[in-house]
């Protein structure tokens, strides 16, 4: 079964650093998602990708973050300077049609010190 | 109003027990249902889409009420495997899924 892949599986930063998580679509998937989730809280949406542009963010996804698609493959979030309360898992998900499930990666656990 | 609510639990069960888990979900536009299950600190997967007629695969029964805003998972013989937090998932606005807090449940041998 094809599979979402995310590098680093854990990344370990300092508060201020920029960091950049990746993703590898499963490659016909045309919407890509990132999600986050803090230790022991919910699975939060960031942004919606699609047609190499924000199709829709949250709150969370302040002017701190960005995402693009630089090589037509990988699919990254970038946090320009990280915070503490960044530290969470950060999940890659990618859909084929419109109102599919969503297929996750394994994550990025993201620690800011 | 939570847009997409779930009991917490936990939930501890005997093994082969029948266990139901409920959601409430408050945009009434929505249009795509499903479950997910999520092991510790591992990815949410993919249990089942839930469909208006309701939906059964195996051991786990989906319904959708549509009326009342609420979904619904049915795991009937549960066995030590099925440990694990259930998500409920529901298209809130646009293409964007929003999860539910999820459910934690415990199957004891």
Known sequence: EPEVTQTPSHQVTQMGQEVILRCVPISNHLYFYWYRQILGQKVEFLVSFYNNEISEKSEIFDDQFSVERPDGSNFTLKIRSTKLEDSAMYFCATQGVRDSPLHFGNGTRLTVT | ?109
């Open chain 2, 1 to 109: 109003r939570k847009e997409v609510e779930q009991d917490p639990g936990p939930f501890n069960v005997p093994e082969g027990a029948t266990v139901a888990f409920n959601c409430t979900y408050s945009n009434s536009a929505s249009q795509s249902f499903f479950w997910y299950r999520q092991d510790c600190r591992k990815e949410p997967k993919l249990l089942m889409s839930v469909y208006s007629s309701g939906n059964e695969d195996g051991r786990f029964t989906a319904q959708l009420n549509r009326a009342s805003q609420y979904i619904s998972l049915l795991i009937r013989d549960s066995k030590l495997s099925d440990s694990a937090t259930y998500l409920c998932v529901v298209n809130n606005a646009g293409n964007m899924l929003t999860f539910g807090g999820g459910t934690r449940l415990m199957v004891k041998p």
